[in-house]
C-alpha cells in the first residue's frame, strides 16, 4: 500500500494559488486513475483504488497548510501503514519553476506543512515529491508569494509541471522510488 498526501489549503480562495500545487497533482492524479475523493474525516478527504497491483491511497488534508500533520498521521494511525509508504507532494521556494525533486527523507526546508508532518510523525524518512515554484520577486515576501496564483505567462509551465509531476508518481508507484528520482530529478 502506498498513501500520496497532496499539501494545500481548503477553500476557494487558495484554489489556485502556488502553494496548492499538492492539491492540484492529487487531483490531476486521481483523474488519471478514473479516483474520486470522499470526505474521510473532518481532517481528510481521500480517493481508494489501485495502479497495478498496488494499493493506492490518495488524500488532501482539509486542516490548512500549517496542521497537516495532524491529518497524515490520522491517515497513518487509520491504515497502519510505514512510513516508507508515504509520499508527500509539496511546493518547494527552492526549486525553480517547472522543476520536481523526488527525495527520500530529509528536514522542512522551511515548508511549513512539511515541519508540521514531521512534528507529527515524529519522524522525516518519508518520501517527498517537491515541486517548483520559483522565489518570490524582491517587492513580494514569501508568504504573500505562495498564496498568489500564477501569473498568466507561467500557466502553461505551470500546466506542464503538474502533468509531469503525475507521470513522475506513476513512475514512483509502478518502477519504484529509485526509477522516479533517476528519470524526474534529472528535468
Known amino acids: 500500500m502506498k498513501i500520496l498526501v497532496g499539501l494545500g489549503n481548503p477553500g476557494a480562495e487558495y ?5 496548492n500545487l499538492g492539491f492540484m497533482v492529487m487531483d490531476a492524479f486521481a ?3 478514473a479516483f474520486s475523493f470522499r470526505k474521510s474525516s473532518p481532517r481528510l478527504v481521500t480517493a481508494h483504488g489501485a495502479a497495478g497491483h498496488e494499493k493506492l491511497i490518495l488524500a488532501k488534508p482539509l486542516t490548512y497548510m500549517n496542521r497537516s500533520g495532524a491529518a497524515v498521521l490520522e491517515l497513518i494511525e487509520k491504515t497502519g501503514a510505514g512510513f516508507s509508504d508515504l509520499l508527500v507532494i509539496h511546493d518547494d521556494l527552492d526549486l525553480g519553476l517547472g522543476r520536481l525533486r523526488i527525495k527520500t527523507k530529509g528536514g522542512h526546508g522551511g515548508h511549513r506543512g512539511v515541519q508540521s508532518i514531521i512534528a507529527s510523525l515524529k519522524a522525516q524518512q518519508f518520501y517527498r515529491l517537491r515541486i517548483g515554484i520559483g522565489r518570490p520577486p ?4 514569501a508568504d504573500e508569494y505562495v498564496l498568489s496564483a500564477f501569473l498568466p505567462e507561467e500557466r502553461s509551465l505551470a500546466n506542464e509541471m503538474i502533468q509531469r509531476s503525475v507521470s513522475a508518481l506513476d513512475c514512483f508507484i509502478r518502477e519504484g522510488p529509485e526509477a522516479a ?3 524526474y530529478n534529472l528535468l
Open 15 to 19: 484554489e489556485n494559488s502556488r502553494h
Open 31 to 33: 483523474r488519471s486513475l
Open 138 to 141: 524582491a517587492h513580494l515576501a
Open 181 to 183: 528520482m533517476n528519470r
